[in-house]
């Protein structure tokens, strides 16, 4: 089984196998075409998101400086924002609904490495999904970790480290993020 499909199937995978490699420093070079663009070249930068990502939907609307791993793995739903400096690493699945708004400085990581600094010195690391539902509004300063899912009708309040999954219709702040109120 190759480093890609170990990766995919959420099982610990060496990083730097050279096909990773390469995938990532395509979608970075993606990226960094993106993130160069003058502010005035919505339909160019549009484009190139839909080039990275697996799916759009039609209104969409990302600031740069954005930047994830391999873009095959996002999926995004209609009427989306992600404000400046989205950061979203994508070794596995990571899927917003519709109606989802993102404040700046926010990033979304799948990855994790092992506990044991020898195998985590060795390249190898594992990634599980991420997943925000619909009419979310995640604020600024937020991190989503590793294989956590975000229901539906969900604010996050700026500068919350979401562990665990938040249920639908809640207000969740803090560090680790937990449920305030319901909505």
Do not use: Q
Request: with cysteine; proline share 5%.
């Amino acid at each position: 089984m190759s480093e890609k499909e170990k990766m995919l199937k959420g099982e610990m995978y060496n990083a730097e196998d050279a096909e990773l490699f390469y995938e990532r420093i395509k979608c970075k070079n993606l990226c960094h075409k993106y993130n160069s663009l003058n502010p005035d070249k919505i339909a160019e930068r549009t484009d190139i998101i839909k080039k990275i990502f697996a799916k759009t939907g039609h209104k969409i609307f990302i600031e740069p400086n954005f930047f994830c791993d391999y873009g095959y793995n996002i999926e995004i739903g209609e009427n989306f924002y992600s404000n400046h400096n989205c950061v979203i690493l994508d070794p596995a699945k990571v899927t917003f609904g519709d109606n989802v708004f993102i404040g700046p400085n926010c990033g979304f990581y799948t990855a994790g490495h092992p506990l044991d600094s020898e195998n985590r010195n060795s390249g190898l690391e594992f990634a599980k999904p991420i997943t925000v539902g619909n009419n979310v509004w995640i604020g600024g300063n937020v991190c989503v970790m590793p294989d956590v899912i975000i229901g539906d009708n969900v604010v996050i309040g700026a500068g919350s480290v979401v562990t665990k999954n938040i249920p639908s219709n809640s207000v969740a702040v803090g560090n680790p993020c937990k449920v305030i109120k319901e909505i």
